[in-house]
């Protein structure tokens, strides 16, 4: 299907005036160096309307920004010992926003597949970095888009570079934005570093790293599969954990890859 989607101009969304607590520069990890150039797209569809989505999680992500400064700046190269440091330049240069609308209803866009139309209806959902399938030097490190359907349901279109957040980095940054757009004064959780915590990656490691982004699952360099894990089944894991595990918490993302490994088990035929 064809969806058309009407788009503003980007806007350069800054963190708000409230305070934080340092400026300056952070050295990647080489967990982040390799994947500095790397583009992440997620896409968050919800259902049910909120008032002014584009407005109020505009003015949201501001307010996230005060306290995750690093999203809001740029990476750049330094000459180090080896020659090849990178850094977060904490600039509050800003993350790119876009607000968009369709006349389409979002059940009518909500099963996707990976076939070429389906693709062009994705692609509609997000602002792309220019060179698409990297960050250039000076791109913003966060780009989002909000498409408000005629239902009232919109849909929350990130991309991001990889060397400011992994996957985890990132949902805690969006569920900050979420809270905020809800009306919470601050977010529930604080963002800490702890740099000196992570140990240097093999040269081994960082080759396999590099093998790996080279990849592409459109083209058939990964096997690729959707599955559907019902809300229920995760708020039960997390209950049975929570249980067995005197109270201690469970992610929902550590719930999906307890379903993918006992999938995955099931398949090989493991004896019990």
């Known amino acids: 299907m064809s969806l058309a989607v009407r788009k503003s101009s980007p806007v350069v969304v800054r963190p708000s005036p409230e305070p ?13 160096k390799g994947l500095n150039n790397a ?59 876009v607000a968009a609308s369709t006349s389409h209803a979002l059940k009518e866009v909500i099963c996707f597949d990976w076939s070429p139309d389906a693709r062009k209806l994705l692609d509609e959902l997000v602002v792309y970095y220019p060179a698409m399938t990297i960050c ?32 985890a980095g990132m949902s805690q940054f969006l569920q900050a934005v979420g809270e905020l757009a809800g009306g919470l004064p601050s977010p529930s959780v604080a963002p800490v570093r702890w740099d000196g915590s992570l140990p240097s990656l093999s040269p081994s490691v960082l080759e396999e790293q590099e093998h790996m982004l080279s990849l592409d699952p459109l083209n058939g360099d990964l096997a690729t599969l ?8 995760i708020d039960q894991i997390r209950s049975d954990f929570s249980g067995r595990f005197h109270d201690q918490p469970c992610t929902t993302f550590e719930a999906i890859l307890a379903v993918l490994w006992r999938c995955r088990t099931r398949a090989i035929r493991l004896d019990p």
């Not at 030097?137 to 992994?166: K, R, Y």
């Open 20 to 32: 934080v607590t340092m400026r300056g520069t952070i050295k990647l990890s080489s967990f982040d």
């Open 39 to 97: 583009p992440n797209t997620s896409l968050l569809l919800f259902e049910h309307p909120i008032h002014n989505a584009a407005g109020t999680i505009q003015a949201a992500l501001s307010r996230a920004l005060a306290h995750y400064y690093p999203i809001a700046g740029r990476i750049v190269a330094r000459g180090g010992d080896d020659g090849d440091d990178a850094y977060i330049e904490c600039n509050d240069e800003g993350v790119v926003f």
């Open 136 to 167: 250039g030097p000076g791109d913003p490190l966060l780009m989002v888009q909000v498409t408000e359907f005629s239902c009232g349901g919109f849909v929350l279109g990130v991309i991001w570079n990889h060397g400011v957040a992994d996957g």
């Open 226 to 233: 959707d599955i559907t894990i019902p809300l229920e089944s």
